[in-house]
Each structure stands twice: as C-alpha cells, then as structure tokens.
C-alpha cells in the first residue's frame, strides 16, 4: 500500500512539473559590437563611443545567439561603472533577430543595436558593465556581459546633476 501511494505521490509530482513547464530553457548569448558587422567583444577592451544625431552618444552593440528562435525578441540592455553599480541605466526594445550572414546553422544575430548612455562624460575612461539580455515569443532567454573601457574625445567633464 504504501508503495502505491509513494508511486502515486510521484507521478501526481511529475504530473505538475510538466504541466508547468518546468524551468524556461536557457540560450546562448555572445555580445559584441559593430553597426555592420558582428565583432567580437572581449572584456577589458577599449571601445569609442559614437555622437549620435540628437546629441546624444552610444556604443554599437550586436549580439549573436543560439536556442532561440528566430523572429520578435524583446532586448534589455543594462550599462553600469564598474565601481557605481547604483548608476544601472536600464533600456528595453523589441527587435527581429535573423539567421547569421556567415550562415551558421542555428546562429542569429542582431546587428548595430545602438546602446545609448545618458550623461555620457560620466562613463568615459572608466571600466563600464554592458550587460545584454535577450528573451524569445517562447520564453527562451540568453544572457552575456562585457567590461569596456569607453574614450570619446568630443566629451568634457563629468558633470552630475
């Protein structure tokens, strides 16, 4: 009796478990930058930030993943000092990722996201976090993070409000 009841304990268990679906699987993320091309983005390098048309500056952001699927995606894009984690700037779009232009089966790609900083002269010369997520219409989600160090020579001072 008692082993009818543990087995059916179980299956109830698993029964549950699969009908929630259990934990969103997980993709594969590589952040890098470029407003053409995919370029690989290692951590500690050293990035120009470009004066965009309104005034404002960004760092060229583009992402290659697998596990998800092709189509609508929502974006958040998260850029920090290292040494001011309070001072995340946080940004959230929807953008259309594509299979890879070099064709690599089961690759997408995002190229030139403009990863906008406000205040700008703040983040120069200084290790900053840009951290890309990345989740599907299914769930799926992927994750990458890179430490650049951004110049702008067009930029004064650090001026805070």
């Known amino acids: 009796m008692r082993i009818r009841f543990a ?7 698993f029964g549950f478990a699969c009908i929630s679906g ?6 594969v993320l590589e952040l890098g930058t470029g407003e053409a091309e995919f370029v690989p983005l290692a951590d500690g390098q050293d990035v120009d930030l470009t004066a965009g048309a309104q005034g404002g500056h960004h760092l060229w952001l583009s992402i290659r993943t697998e596990g998800l699927s092709s189509g609508r995606c929502d974006l958040h894009v998260g850029v920090w000092p290292e040494d001011d984690p309070g001072a995340q700037q946080n940004s959230w779009v929807g953008v259309r990722v594509n299979p890879a232009v070099d064709g690599a089966p089961g690759t997408l790609e995002y190229i030139g996201w403009p990863g906008l900083i406000a205040n700008p002269e703040c983040f120069v010369e200084r290790r900053v976090h840009f951290q890309v997520e990345l989740t599907d219409e299914r769930g799926v989600h992927a994750m990458d993070e890179r430490v650049v160090v951004p110049h702008s020579p067009d930029l004064g001072p650090c001026v805070t409000p």
């Open 7 to 13: 087995l059916s304990l179980l299956l109830t268990l």
């Open 22 to 27: 259990g934990p969103t699987p997980e993709g």
